[in-house]
């Protein structure tokens, strides 16, 4: 087998770069994290695998060319603070935190928010902050954000997450019934003015909150 730095140029090439995804700080964080430290250890084999794996709580960490997708599509840059929701692993919000400068990430299942904070706490990767808690009323004491990126499928984007956005901000997030999906991505271009533009089908856990 593979060690997993090969294991992870591999990943890159053939499941991101070959799809598309071409932003050079997007692929060089994907080929640093290291994935199967955010899996259950069971799975620590498929941690490079094409696919979202379980993880605890009944959840799912997303397929890696998905979470690429999503960054990419969120045009988050080096010294952004950047809105994450639905923490799961923790591994988007490590990728997020080796492009930005400062990330924070709400998660609603208190075992995963844990799990994540001791993971990035143990890479040192310590720009991450992660908070137990329903992230559609997102982060209001660190707002406005560059970028949030939601991670799982609501009806709508949550108005409360909108309004968080920096103008000129992007919200990425999949939205529409479990079977039928959308990637969204949402610039806020002024005070009440947000462009829309629809990135593809995707399936997602669903979002549960307040506003979700
Ligand atoms: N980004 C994660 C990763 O890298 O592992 C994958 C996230 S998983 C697809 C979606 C997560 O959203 C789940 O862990 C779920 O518990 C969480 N979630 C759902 N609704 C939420 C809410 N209102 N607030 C915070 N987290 C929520």
Redesign the pocket.
């Known amino acids: 087998m593979l060690n997993p730095a090969r294991q992870r140029a591999r990943m890159v090439r053939n499941q991101i770069a070959r799809r598309g995804v071409s932003n050079p700080d997007v692929l060089a964080a994907m080929r640093r994290v290291p994935r199967e430290r955010?899996v259950p250890a069971h799975l620590a084999a498929f941690s490079y695998d094409d696919g979202?794996l379980p993880?605890e709580?009944g959840?799912?960490?997303?397929q890696p060319y998905i979470?690429a997708l999503m960054i990419e599509a969120a045009k988050v840059a080096f010294g952004d603070r950047v809105l994450?929701?639905?923490?799961?692993?923790?591994?988007?919000?490590?990728i997020i935190s080796r492009i930005v400068d400062h990330v924070y990430t709400?998660?609603?299942?208190a075992v995963?928010a844990d799990m994540?904070r001791r993971r990035l706490t143990d890479l040192r990767y310590e720009n991450v902050d992660v908070r137990t808690?329903?992230?559609?009323h997102g982060w209001p004491e660190a707002a406005p954000f560059d970028a949030i990126?939601v991670?799982?499928g609501g009806p709508e984007v949550p108005d409360t997450l909108r309004r968080q956005l920096k103008v000129g901000g992007r919200l990425v997030m999949p939205v529409g019934e479990h079977d039928d999906q959308r990637l969204v991505k949402l610039v806020r271009t002024g005070e009440d003015a947000f462009q829309q533009e629809d990135l593809g089908g995707v399936m997602?856990?669903?979002?549960?909150?307040?506003h979700?």
């Open positions: 955010f979202p993880i709580a959840q799912t960490i997303s979470v994450e929701i639905g923490t799961g692993s923790g591994y988007a919000a490590a709400i998660e609603r299942h995963l994540a808690g329903d992230g559609t990126l991670a799982a997602f856990v669903p979002l549960i909150g307040a979700g």
